[in-house]
């Protein structure tokens, strides 16, 4: 039976609108920072640090927490791998492991 490791932290988490909810109490309704991450049970620093960057870009923020940094493929262009990789399968009766290779050289290659 395979073993199943605890988490031994909270982080990541909470869904990114919370945050988006308890930035829009301090711009709009001007409760306190602290008031705010309380209310919405999240830490004062985390909301403080997404409070900045909300206000320098204006833009769409990047939520808290753990995103994946490593990523070749969009999740479309994986999607189309995908198709493509079995319906070669199912043609050519299998696909080998350096052919598969050659794809995912090619998605790096082209890194878009």
Do not use: W
Not at 19 to 28: C, G, M, P
Not at 41 to 57: D, F, P, W
């Amino acid at each position: 039976m395979p073993r199943v490791r605890g988490r031994k932290t909270d982080r990541g988490l909470i869904q990114p609108d919370v945050y988006e909810r308890a930035f829009l109490d301090i711009s709009v309704r001007h409760i306190s920072l602290r008031a705010a991450a309380k209310s919405h049970g999240i830490c004062h620093v985390t909301l403080l640090r997404y409070c900045r960057r909300a206000e320098n870009s204006r833009e769409k923020t990047r939520p808290p927490g753990y995103r994946s940094h490593t990523k070749v493929f969009s999740v479309d262009q994986e999607r189309k791998l995908e198709a493509y990789i079995k319906r070669a399968a199912d043609i050519y009766f299998g696909l080998s492991p350096k052919e598969l290779f050659l794809g995912f050289t090619r998605g790096t290659l082209r890194n878009s």
